[in-house]
């Protein structure tokens, strides 16, 4: 083992090491195997790699797994006694041993994440407590000693450590994992995970994507799996790092919740900002960027649906799922509260929507900040839609975040900001590509109308909205849209009981005069006896009902509902008498 052979060669080295760990009886030839894995040059070579260390950690694993098997009594290999064996305990003692103060802790590290993990995982428990504890306590000072190592510190020993505690984090002890270095730890493992050149490499991948996505058949693009930006996409599904983003993510949450040091926790935020940005920016320079989700099946051909892109979304997705883990840690130290992931390390929707509204109700604390949020994200145009797919997107997540601020901005916001950001979406009705953004134009509109402080911005534009949404559901010629018009005017009319008594005198005329704009008369008749129900059926209380009362007899208000704009064709009534809706 003191000769160097090439790369390949120490796979070849590592596998046979496995298998002489597991056979050797000697406490004192495994502790010499280990010492020679741990020192010898034709395994630290210059070039060692990231995929070295992981086998490394390997080896104990295995060897650890395979004698804890060994010693279940239900194992076959159970029944031929060998007393000249090394039973577990013995043998971890004598790896131990070859783990010695000369060997660099960063590589001792390696050694007691793969006891641990081989002995903990699959069920087992083979450790008795004082073992146990005495390798989480080795593991833990191993750990802590390297991340102060200026000496020995470079880019691939920093990854081993990531490796190594991602692996073995779930089986240490809450009181082991809080003495962790998590100041030092926690730059390193943002580092590890969305900047170094084995973890999401700030998105770079994305970019190089666009040279190999060509034209193929049927003038679809083709994205070939031969392609040297595929390849680049499997190594980085591949990678050791990027296939531990669910653990790593725990421990970054744990590292965030533990950390003493508050301006390490506010820099890794920042380096959460700058991937974003990388990452959008790399996105933008890929032809895939310019597909919408609902027209992938025109646009590309069924090999690159097939495999490339789905590879391409796990990973994104694995992204994705870290950043909302991460954040919900953050969150939880914000708010003072232990916000955690699902026991997997992995992130959900559900938990997407607890740091969103969070962080929502902490900023609608602050209004001026609040405003001066939004129009830093708002539309690059107001009042356009934009061409490119991304930055649709990033129309919808404004106008998200705006309808969940109306309540605490003020008038001007809304006309200048919200609805001139949420108009070019009312009209369109139909389209897959705008359906998330024609449902949160109108959640933006009708947050502003329901907002008390907007009352006079509503009178001015209601009407014109009303308008738009009935063009809307007019433009399209099938029975649901007259059905759809009815709901919306009776939502409109049950919404008339909750208005103060300033917002009755320009809300009841407006309602009254929607009523003529439904074609179907049935429903037409539907929504006048549903006025006439929210007038006079006790739904309102006295203040209000007394002021319908006089809108209705003396303010026009029973012209307006019966008839619009037009004049009653010489219906002439007792006073007093009842009409045909049992009003009088």
């Not at 590309?300 to 799922?321: E, F, M």
């Not at 997407?352 to 690059?380: G, K, W």
């Not at 009042?383 to 309540?407: S, W, Y």
């Not at 949160?440 to 947050?447: D, G, I, P, Q, R």
Request: glycine share 6%.
């Amino acid at each position: 083992m003191q000769q160097r052979p090439e790369h390949i060669q120490k796979h070849r080295l590592l596998t046979s090491a496995t298998t002489l760990l597991t056979l050797l009886t000697n406490p004192s030839n495994v502790a010499l195997l280990t010492n020679q894995i741990l020192s010898a040059p034709a395994i630290w070579s210059p070039s060692i790699s990231l995929e070295t260390l992981a086998q490394i950690i390997n080896v104990y694993s295995s060897a650890s797994t395979h004698l804890s098997s060994r010693e279940d009594a239900s194992h076959p290999s159970r029944r031929i006694e060998s007393p000249r064996r090394l039973d577990l305990e013995d043998w971890i003692a004598a790896v131990l041993k070859g783990t010695n103060e000369e060997i660099i802790p960063a590589r001792q590290v390696l050694v007691l994440a793969g006891l641990l993990y081989g002995c903990q995982s699959r069920g087992r428990h083979k450790q008795t407590g004082r073992l146990r504890t005495a390798l989480q306590e080795a593991l833990i000072n191993a750990v802590n000693v390297s991340l102060q190592d200026k000496l020995h510190k470079n880019a691939i020993t920093d990854l081993g450590l990531v490796i190594a505690l991602s692996q073995v984090f779930e089986f240490l002890e809450k009181e082991q994992k809080v003495i962790l270095d998590h100041n030092s730890l926690l730059p390193m493992l943002g580092w590890a995970i969305f900047l170094s050149d084995h973890g999401l490499h700030q998105g770079y991948f994305l970019s190089a994507v666009d040279a190999d996505v060509l034209e193929g058949p049927a003038k679809k693009l083709n994205w070939s799996t031969n392609s040297h930006s595929y390849r680049r996409i499997q190594s980085v599904a591949a990678s050791p790092i990027v296939t531990a983003l669910g653990s790593l993510s725990q421990l970054m949450a744990f590292s965030i919740a533990c950390a003493s040091e508050t301006f390490r926790i506010s820099r890794m935020l920042q380096d959460l900002v700058e991937f974003s940005t990388s990452l959008c920016i790399q996105w933008r320079q890929n032809k895939l960027s310019e597909i919408d989700g609902s027209e992938e099946v025109d646009f590309l051909t069924d090999k690159t649906l097939r495999t490339p892109l789905p590879l391409l979304w796990r990973i994104l997705r694995s992204g994705l799922y870290t950043i909302v883990s991460i954040l919900t840690a953050y969150t939880g130290r914000l708010l003072g509260e232990h916000l955690q992931s699902r026991d997997n390390g992995t992130a959900t929707l559900s938990q997407y929507s607890i740091v969103y509204f969070a962080t929502i109700d902490i900023i609608s604390q602050y209004p001026m900040h609040a405003e001066a949020y939004l129009r830093d994200i708002q539309p690059a145009e107001l009042g356009k839609i934009p061409q490119h797919p991304l930055d649709r997107c990033m129309d919808v997540c404004f106008l998200n975040t705006a309808e969940q601020l109306t309540p605490i901005l003020g008038s001007t916001a809304a006309s200048d900001l919200m609805i001139l950001a949420a108009s070019p979406y009312l009209g369109i009705d139909g389209d897959p590509r705008l359906l998330e953004a024609f449902e949160a134009a109108h959640s933006v509109m009708l947050a502003i109308f329901a907002a008390p402080h907007n009352l006079d911005l509503a009178a001015v534009q209601l009407e014109p909205y009303s308008q738009v949404l009935f063009q809307a559901t007019l433009s399209r010629p099938t029975p649901s849209a007259m059905s759809e018009q009815g709901v919306l005017l009776l939502a409109l009319i049950d919404s008339l009981v909750f208005l103060q008594i300033e917002g009755l005198a320009e809300w009841l005329p407006l309602a009254a005069q929607s009523i003529h704009q439904i074609t179907d008369p049935a429903l037409g008749h539907a929504c006048k006896k549903r006025f006439w129900d929210v007038l006079s059926d006790g739904e309102m209380d006295l203040e209000r009902a007394a002021f319908c009362v006089m809108w209705w007899s003396t303010g026009g208000g029973r012209r307006m509902v019966l008839y619009g704009k037009k004049k009653p064709n010489g219906e002439s009534l007792m006073s007093g008498a009842l009409n045909d809706f049992g009003e009088l």
